[in-house]
């Protein structure tokens, strides 16, 4: 079965810190990825995906993400975090296009 | 943007009653829907993919006589919890597949509680 990690369970910063995110996946062929946001009560919505292409993905909000085919890796980054940047953070897989795997989320606590 | 529904949005039952949870794309239609369980801090857990027309696929350790799927149009799914344990209590989220986009949406998730 496939499988997504995210090594960062809990993290805290300070506004206007950079962020980066974790995100390794187990599949050595074709993955589309993905990073959703959750606010606190809300339900996920889409940060940004790769498909193809520039392996630099920008999302919405000042985020982007780098797909690393090498490391199976795609890391989410934002230069400046903001207070309203508090959230959990899922990234996720899908092969097929189907079923979506998703990892055990991280989340990110921005103090101002 | 495209907008998943689901109702109820929370509910409480007793044990060993069946709870019915109803997904709908309001704005698009979706051959494919989803079903996920979300524990407390963790991350969802695909459940069963939910098609249009035929079976819905369980992931494995997931009871299909458990957990009842119907994808009975393509913008209705529902998953109804049966016999209900407070095992069960969790929050059950559902997303669908825009056919035209392909894109997918999620719902805002039902929190069911069993006493």
């Known amino acids: 079965a496939q499988s997504v990690s995210q090594h960062n369970h809990h993290v805290i910063l300070s506004e206007a810190a950079s962020l980066e995110l974790g995100c390794n996946y187990s599949y050595g062929g074709t993955v589309n990825l993905f990073w959703y946001v959750q606010y606190p009560g809300q339900h996920l919505q889409l940060l940004l995906k790769?498909?193809?292409?520039?392996?630099l993905v920008k999302g919405i909000k000042g985020f982007e993400a780098e797909f690393i085919k090498s490391k199976f890796s795609f890391n989410l980054r934002k230069p400046s975090v903001q207070w309203s940047d508090t959230a959990e953070y899922f990234c996720a897989v899908t092969i097929t296009g189907n079923q979506f795997y998703f990892g055990t989320g991280t989340s990110l606590t921005v103090i101002p | 943007g495209a907008v998943v529904s689901q109702h109820p949005s929370w509910v409480i039952c007793k044990s060993g009653t069946s709870v019915k949870i109803e997904c709908r794309s309001l704005d698009f239609q979706a051959t494919t829907m989803f079903w996920y369980r979300q524990f407390p801090k963790q991350s969802l857990m695909l459940m069963a993919t939910s098609n249009e027309g035929s079976k819905a696929t369980y992931e494995q350790g997931v009871e299909k006589d458990k957990f009842l799927i119907n994808h009975a149009s393509l913008t209705l799914s529902t998953l109804t919890v049966t016999s209900a344990h407070p095992e069960d209590s969790s929050f059950y989220i559902c997303s669908a597949r825009d056919d035209v986009s392909g894109e997918l949406f999620f719902g805002e998730g039902s929190r069911l509680t069993v006493l």
């Open positions: 790769y498909f193809s292409g520039d392996p």
